[in-house]
T-cell receptor
């Protein structure tokens, strides 16, 4: 399957600042997603990154807080804006495989907001 | 009611043991089913897709029971390296509607 990478792998940020996380897949994929995983919890879908159009956000997540870009079929970014300590989490991107809806995840970005 | 429910464990089993996890899902429209493995501080990795007829991959067997709306994962001859959290994932084949269980923690003890 395709290889997916994220950067940064981790960051420590100050309250009120923003961080942009990049996700790169080494081949074209149709659907890409952004998830959050808080300590000891399962994954929560933030949004589906749509190529060439606005992302589709899940309930509880808004574009102003988590703007997403998807300029092409191999790349997406997620920005965590105006961060607070509650945003401390692991952020994961993923893409949908070509068979039976399996997903493949990037290595994650571990964000700590102080 | 949650879309997907798993027993969080932890399951602590000796090497060589057989261990089984169950996962129930609430929506009968669910179409695709998966088991993922997540090691501590790592991303989830696809372990197995679960097919209607059941499927086996080495020591791992996955089964689907649509009537009772659950999927299971059986691990035979447990190895120390099997220690991880196992996530049950369900999809309705509608693109982005994935539902994750909270995971079942397994520790294999020497």
């Amino acid at each position: 399957s395709a290889v997916i990478s994220q950067k940064p792998s981790r960051d420590i940020c100050q309250r009120g600042t923003s961080l942009t996380i990049q996700c790169q897949v080494d081949s074209q994929v149709t659907m890409m997603f952004w998830y959050r995983q808080q300590p000891g919890q399962s994954l929560t879908l933030i949004a589906t990154a749509n190529q060439g159009s606005e992302a589709t956000y899940e309930s509880g997540f808004v574009i102003d807080k988590f703007p997403i870009s998807r300029p092409n079929l191999t790349f997406s970014t997620l920005t965590v804006s105006n961060m607070s300590p509650e945003d401390s989490s692991i952020y994961l991107c993923s893409f949908l495989g070509t068979q039976t809806y399996e997903q493949y995840f990037g290595p994650g970005t571990r964000l700590t907001v102080t | 009611r949650k879309e997907v429910e798993q027993d969080p464990g932890p399951f602590n089993v000796p090497e060589g043991a057989t261990v089984a996890f169950n996962c129930t899902y609430s929506n009968s429209a669910s179409q695709s089913f998966f088991w993922y493995r997540q090691d501590c501080r790592k991303e989830p990795k696809l372990l197995m897709s679960v097919y209607s007829s059941g499927n086996e991959d080495g020591r791992f067997t996955a089964q689907l029971n649509r009537a009772s709306q659950y999927i299971s994962l059986l691990i035979r001859d447990s190895k120390l390296s099997d220690s991880a959290t196992y996530l049950c994932v369900v999809n309705r084949n509608t693109g982005n509607q994935f539902y994750f269980g909270t995971g079942t923690s397994l520790t294999v003890i020497p």
